[in-house]
């Protein structure tokens, strides 16, 4: 009986395996559409990219997403030379992140740290003074900590711990705190005397800059799939456009925060995992009358800032906000991409490889660590996007091809920012980096 089992079996190794005829595919492949696979496929094309003309700007006081705190090419060297590096309290762990990148104004760059710890540095690398953001009787590995903006003489940073301080910029002196009911780890934007903050990734505030009192307070949706740190309110002179964790964005009048539109940012790239991530990681941005955003998990819309209305959505995702210049918008991608649209219709210009996963001795262990790619930022004529690899890369506008590398020890952890023609990043390893 055994013997016979035994020829059965080692008749079965012998039958030969039938290879069906007809085209491969592969499976993610299988699932997108025929606008996302379209999409991916386009050949680059090198095209004019009207960049305007590079400005010493003396201040990086906020965040660009508000066209009164972006310069849109500001004055940089062609070549990147680190002048000084210092440390700005702990670096990355595995339970706490630096996520606040640097601001620039008065002849100090104004950081955080992965502790909560805020610090003043001048711009030749020398310490000045710093600010805890965690309560007397809290550790300050139970919150992240949030974001910077200046503001006439005054730092305004949030907290996980859920508040909106103003500080004195030269001093560290704390002037005021607002209690915002929760987590406010996204950066605020100051702008014509209010500060604009979005709390739990579900409510927007509008603060007293001069006291911290609340001026007006408006509720979103929040969603439990969201990526640290929220996105700082885009405001114009008119508006205020605020996003929340379920993918919603929303406009308001900025004074008296009466409710104008609301546009929901739906949709997501078949096959991928990242795609259950549906947060606005592509912070709201206002260039003229468009707001740009984008989701982590596959698109990139422009909106009218008057009416909400959908202009065009692209089959991207955007993990850091649009760069708005000339006739087009730049972004990194849900897929490590650099990418270059056409502003007016979102079609692609150009998409270019960045660093991914880590590379593994052995192919058929899994790739459990990523790089990240922070950016872009236009400076010097070129885009600048700072990654986890260790390296400050530059490209052309017009092609996308790279045109310089410089090294950063330890690799950055935050997004580039450039002021008096110095470029300023931190590193993962909480050290301060001034190029020039």
């Not at 709201?284 to 740009?292: E, L």
């Not at 422009?302 to 087009?328: K, M």
């Not at 236009?378 to 045109?403: E, H, K, N, Q």
Request: charged share 15%; hydrophobic share 40%; with cysteine.
């Amino acid at each position: 009986m055994a013997s016979a089992i035994a020829a059965g079996v080692l008749a079965g190794c012998t039958d030969r395996e039938i290879i069906l005829p007809g085209e491969r595919l592969g499976v993610r492949e299988v699932l997108q559409d025929n606008a996302t696979a379209g999409a991916e496929t386009l050949g680059n094309i090198t095209a004019s990219a009207n960049v305007p003309a590079a400005t010493n700007n003396a201040s990086w006081p906020q965040s660009h997403v508000s066209p009164s705190s972006r310069t849109t090419n500001a004055a940089l060297g062609s070549s990147l030379t680190q002048i000084w590096s210092t440390s700005i309290g702990q670096g990355d762990k595995r339970r706490a992140r630096i996520i606040t990148d640097p601001v620039v104004a008065d002849g100090r760059v104004f950081t955080i740290d992965s502790a909560g710890r805020v610090s003043a540095t001048s711009t030749g690398g020398e310490a000045l003074w710093s600010y805890s953001l965690a309560p007397l009787r809290d550790d300050p590995s139970q919150a992240l900590a949030g974001g910077l903006a200046y503001d006439n003489g005054r730092v305004y940073v949030t907290s996980g711990f859920g508040t909106l301080s103003a500080l004195d910029a030269s001093s560290g002196q704390e002037i005021w705190t607002q209690k915002l009911q929760a987590t406010a780890t996204g950066a605020p934007t100051v702008f014509g005397g209010l500060v604009y903050v979005v709390a739990g990734d579900s409510t927007a505030w509008a603060i007293e800059a001069d006291d911290g009192r609340v001026r007006w307070q408006s509720d979103g949706l929040g969603d439990v799939g969201n990526v640290a740190g929220a996105a700082p309110p885009a405001v114009s002179n008119t508006h205020v456009v605020f996003s929340f964790g379920s993918g919603a964005v929303q406009g308001a009048f900025r004074q008296g925060g009466l409710r104008l539109w609301s546009a929901d940012i739906v949709g997501a790239r078949k096959g991928f995992a990242i795609a259950l991530v549906d947060d606005i990681t592509g912070y709201p941005v206002i260039d003229g009358n468009t707001v740009f955003a984008g989701n982590h998990s596959g698109r990139v819309v422009a909106l009218n800032v008057n009416s909400g209305e959908r202009q065009w959505t692209a089959q991207h995702g955007a993990l850091d906000p649009v760069w708005p210049a000339g006739n087009s918008v730049y972004f990194v991608s849900d897929l490590n991409k650099l990418v270059r649209l056409n502003a007016q219709d979102g079609t692609q210009i150009w998409a270019v490889d960045l660093p991914g996963y880590e590379p593994v001795r052995r192919p058929q262990r899994r790739r459990d660590s990523a790089f990240t790619n922070h950016g872009p930022i236009m400076a010097g004529g070129r885009l600048i996007v700072a990654s986890s690899d260790g390296l400050i890369r530059s490209f052309d506008p017009a092609s996308g091809d790279l045109i310089g590398e410089t090294e950063i020890r330890g690799g950055a952890t935050t997004r580039p920012v450039v002021a008096n023609g110095t470029l300023y990043v931190v590193s993962k390893n909480g050290v301060l980096h001034a190029y020039r």
